[in-house]
């Protein structure tokens, strides 16, 4: 009965130890099985360069941490710190440079982690006007140490009236002694109004460029008469103006020897009046009748008579002797056309 009793507890001892054994390799298995399903593998892009990180954490900030991949607060992560991961997930990092910007009067200095200047810019909110120049350029790629430099450019038309200088006139008056000067009418200036584009730079003028003219007011001219009335001094000590003076051959004639009757071309007798006017004879085309002049050495005179040897520049002068003919003779004598 004993005896019985011990083989079947041996019995149910062998079963139930088949069992813990069966038990505890389940329990191993299921682990091993869990862990592997909880391993993954992702991609950490940063600046270009591809990291493969195998890992059983799942929150990003964690994994970084654990990588020793840090995060500053102005790069930028394709997604937030705190997100789960999961196996096959690339995240892209873009870490933050230096810049800096000269606008403005300033120098203001950045981390930024933008692709470009443009986006940089946009991302700090200075604003740019479509004349603005940026140097280096709004495509430029970002990179640490960068000076940015952006001129501020504007435009501006402006109207400006400028004077027209007037011009003087100058006229030849016979009517005035020579040298003098009549003004007969004022100068006035005109007025031009100038449209011109101006450039500027950073406030300053560096441009500017006429695009318009008009004439809002004509000037006047000034006109002036300058006197060519020459004057002469006679032997009478009096000042006579002239309107020419012709040098001229001169003969002598009388009525004295009856070679003349004393009677004119224009019908008047002839006379000699050194106190007054004498006769002489011209040539009409040369000297018209009627002609007043002065002779030099001979005195005041009228043309009232021609001759048919008087032709061209000769003046035939007369005497009321015949000595006074032959000691005047033959000569050449400056002869004043008088006013």
């Known amino acids: 009965m004993i005896s019985n009793i011990k083989t079947r507890l041996s019995s149910i001892f062998k079963s139930w130890k088949k069992t813990l054994a069966v038990a505890t390799c389940v329990t191993v298995i299921g682990g091993a099985v869990t862990i592997v399903n909880m391993k993954k593998t992702i991609s ?25 991949i840090k995060v500053e607060s102005f790069d930028k992560v394709s997604v937030a710190l705190d997100s789960k991961v999961k196996d096959g997930d690339k995240i892209y990092i873009k870490k933050a440079v230096d810049v800096e910007v000269n606008v403005d009067g300033k120098v203001l200095k950045f981390k930024s982690s933008e692709d470009n200047v443009e986006n940089m810019l946009d ?38 009236v400028k004077s027209l200088e007037y011009a003087v006139e100058k006229r030849e008056n016979n ?4 040298g003098a000067e009549n003004i007969v009418q004022e100068g006035q200036n005109g007025e031009k109004l100038i449209t011109s584009e101006v450039v500027y730079e950073n406030g300053k003028e560096v441009s500017r460029k006429v695009v318009g003219e008009k004439v809002q007011k004509n000037p006047v001219n000034k ?9 002469v001094r006679t032997s009478r000590g009096a000042e006579e103006n002239y309107t020419d003076m012709v040098v001229m051959e ?7 020897r009856g070679n003349d009757n004393g009677i004119t071309a224009s019908g008047t007798s002839c006379v000699r009046d050194p106190n007054g006017y004498s006769t002489i004879a011209v040539d009409p085309r040369v000297i018209p009748l009627g002609t007043k002049v002065y002779i030099e050495g001979y005195g005041y005179a009228i043309a ?15 005497f009321n002797s015949y000595s006074e003919t032959m000691n005047w003779g033959r000569r050449n004598v400056k002869v004043y056309i008088l006013k």
């Open 304 to 318: 009232q008579d021609t001759g048919g040897a008087i032709k061209g520049n000769i003046i035939d002068v007369y």
């Open 223 to 231: 006109i002036v008469d300058i006197g060519t009335l020459a004057s």
């Open 123 to 160: 991302s700090k909110k200075i604003a740019i006007n479509d004349l603005d120049k940026i140097s280096p350029t709004k495509d430029e790629l970002l990179q640490d140490g960068m000076k940015i430099n952006i001129t501020r450019v504007a435009k501006e038309v402006k109207n400006e």
């Open 175 to 178: 009517d005035l002694a020579e």
């Open 250 to 256: 001169s003969t002598a004639y009388t009525a004295d």
């Open 44 to 68: 950490v892009v940063i600046d270009g360069q591809e990291v493969q990180i195998t890992t059983l954490a799942s929150d990003l900030g964690k994994i970084l941490d654990k990588q020793e």
